[in-house]
T-cell receptor
Framework: AQTVTQSQPEMSVQEAETVTLSCTYD???????LFWYKQPPSRQMILVIR??????QNATENRFSVNFQKAAKSFSLKISDSQLGDTAMYFC??????????????FGKGTLLTVNP | EPEVTQTPSHQVTQMGQEVILRCVPI?????FYWYRQILGQKVEFLVS????????KSEIFDDQFSVERPDGSNFTLKIRSTKLEDSAMYFC???????????FGSGTRLTVV
């Protein structure tokens, strides 16, 4: 079974600064996907970024980028130029690639990020 | 952009009552899911559904739970006899090809009193 660990329950950052959220995971799979989801106070789950394990290049989406270290089973999220709207709970999630008819997500416990003005 | 629609957004029910949570997945998606999030806790997998049958369910998804895709568009989660501990946010999600990441609905907040 896969596990996802987010060791930082809460973090804060000043507006316009950069912050990095940590995530580690445990799996025996060699092919999989990793995701970061954002959950603002509205509680909507919003996909921020995804990474395919077979790709060595780190994924980037505008101000969001990841540092994917496959050997270390680490998948951190960097948010540059933080904005007040980035205040949210951030969940790291894992998905097996060869799930057959099931591609369930396994989530970490989340990191509550607060961006201060 | 296509959306997953969930109704109602908030439901209050008495313990022991049956509830049906409704979802309209994205029309060309093939995989459908229900997840649960108890307030302040992590998001937990309940069940996945593909080709008109359950493909996997968690230990949370006991005999009190059932899912159905009664027509080509709706996907429902039924809780037969609600308990206080069923109070949570319930998210429906759908996905197309594997690894694309889900699209989640905005959730139904279920409160059992």
């Amino acid at each position: 079974a896969q596990t996802v660990t987010q060791s930082q329950p809460e973090m804060s950052v000043q507006e316009a600064e950069t912050v990095t959220l940590s995530c580690t995971y445990d799996t025996s799979e060699s092919n999989y996907y990793l995701f970061w989801y954002k959950q603002p106070p509205s509680r909507q789950m919003i996909l921020v970024i995804r990474q395919e394990a077979y790709k060595q290049q780190n994924a980037t989406e505008n101000r969001f980028s990841v540092n994917f270290q496959k050997a270390a089973k680490s998948f951190s999220l960097k948010i540059s130029d933080s904005q007040l709207g980035d205040t949210a709970m951030y969940f790291c999630a894992f998905m097996k690639q060869s799930g057959g008819s099931n591609y369930k997500l396994t989530f970490g416990k989340g990191t509550l990020l607060t961006v201060n003005p | 952009e296509p959306e997953v629609t969930q109704t109602p957004s908030h439901q209050v029910t008495q313990m022991g009552q049956e509830v049906i949570l409704r979802c309209v997945p994205i029309s060309n998606h093939l995989y459908f899911y229900w997840y649960r999030q108890i307030l302040g806790q992590k998001v937990e997998f309940l069940v996945s559904f593909y080709n008109n049958e359950i493909s996997e369910k968690s230990e949370i998804f006991d005999d009190q739970f059932s899912v159905e895709r009664p027509d080509g568009s709706n996907f429902t989660l039924k809780i037969r006899s609600t308990k206080l501990e069923d109070s949570a946010m319930y998210f429906c999600a759908s996905s197309g090809r594997t690894g694309s990441g889900y699209t989640f609905g905005s959730g139904t907040r279920l409160t059992v009193v």
